[in-house]
Structures are given as C-alpha cells and as structure tokens.
C-alpha cells in the first residue's frame, strides 16, 4: 500500500500563491501516474491536474495557466504551483494514484481577502 500524504495548504488572499505537496512512501513511486482533485463544499470531488510517469501533464480548464504540476522522483514527492488564486479555488486538496486506487487525507486550501 502507498501512504500519500499532502501538505501545504492554508489560508491566502486572492491573487496569492501556495505550493502543495504530495509525498509518498511504500513503492516506486517514479511509475505512477499522480493527480490532484478538489472538492469544495456541497460540490463533486474535480480533477485539478495529473502528471504521468513521463511528466505529461494535464490540467483542468479552471486552472490553465495558474497551477503547474511537477513532481521530482528522487524526493518521492509531486507538487502543484498554484498562482493567481481565486475564492473559488477554495477546496480540500487531495492527492490520488490512479494506478492503485490510493487518496491521500486532503489538505484545505482557503482563499478569502
């Protein structure tokens, strides 16, 4: 079993910036492919952005051109950019490896002037 664990969010101001990680444990994590979701409240869970194991990346309309995914094997860890922040982007954050069916806990992510 993989163990995700994401780490980064907060609370920041419209027009700001956060970086979330997404760290992991358990298996060679350089062969997966690693996508973010969101879910705010009252809304389905949303597919934020996805890399695979050869750094293809793709990326929600809602968030082209402000978030970018990335991920550094050595440190079994991916990562996701996320600039320009707006009200909406608030949401609990979750990691997830399709491949395995894994979700990490979530982190929330809060953008509030």
């Known amino acids: 079993q993989v163990a995700l664990v994401e780490s980064g969010g907060g609370l920041v101001q419209p027009g700001g910036s956060l970086r979330l990680s997404c760290a992991t444990s358990?298996?060679?994590?350089?062969?997966?492919?690693v996508a973010w979701y969101r879910q705010a409240p009252g809304k389905k869970r949303e597919l934020v952005a996805a890399i695979t194991a050869e750094s293809r990346t793709n990326y929600a309309e809602s968030v082209k051109g402000r978030f970018t995914i990335s991920r550094d094997n050595a440190k079994n860890t991916v990562y996701l950019q996320m600039n320009s922040l707006k009200p909406e982007d608030t949401a609990v954050y979750y990691c997830?490896?399709?491949?395995?069916?894994?979700w990490g806990q979530g982190t929330q992510v809060s953008v509030s002037s």
């Open positions: 997830f490896l399709p491949q395995v069916n894994e």
């Open positions: 358990g298996r060679i994590f350089s062969i997966y492919t």
